[in-house]
């Protein structure tokens, strides 16, 4: 049985950072599309970022360019997303995911995913 799990989240003070973790058991995620999505509550989920499996090319949503950084550890088989410079409207909860096809270039322009995880909290308030 497939399972992603978040970690990382929190409080955080705006202009502070966290780093989100994506494990998963039952799939290499080396050899998969990640992407990384939120929701904050009242609004619909959103694309953040995602990294490609071929090249590790990364993507990432206009609000979060310059600030955020996904990565990967293949040894570890994990998925990372590095925030930086965090403002209140990052609040939500952030859930990552396997991304199986999409349009275009960019892996943001999703149109099917696989595994998703029970998302981590982020909170950014003073």
């Known amino acids: 049985q497939v399972q992603l799990v978040e970690s990382g989240g929190g409080l955080v003070q705006p202009g502070g950072s966290l780093r989100l973790s994506c494990a998963a058991s039952?799939?290499?995620?080396?050899?998969?599309?990640v992407g990384w999505f939120r929701q904050a509550p009242g609004k619909e989920r959103e694309g953040v970022s995602c990294?490609?499996?071929?090249?590790?090319?990364?993507y990432y949503a206009d609000s979060v360019k310059g600030r955020f950084t996904i990565s990967r550890d293949n040894a570890k088989s994990m998925v990372y997303l590095q925030m930086n410079s965090l403002k209140p409207d990052d609040t939500a909860v952030y859930y990552c995911s396997t991304i199986l096809t999409w349009y275009g270039r960019s892996c943001l322009g999703v149109s099917r995913t696989g595994f998703w995880g029970q998302g981590t909290q982020v909170t950014v308030s003073s």
């Open positions: 039952g799939l290499i995620l080396n050899y998969q599309v």
């Open positions: 990294i490609m499996d071929t090249d590790d090319s990364t």
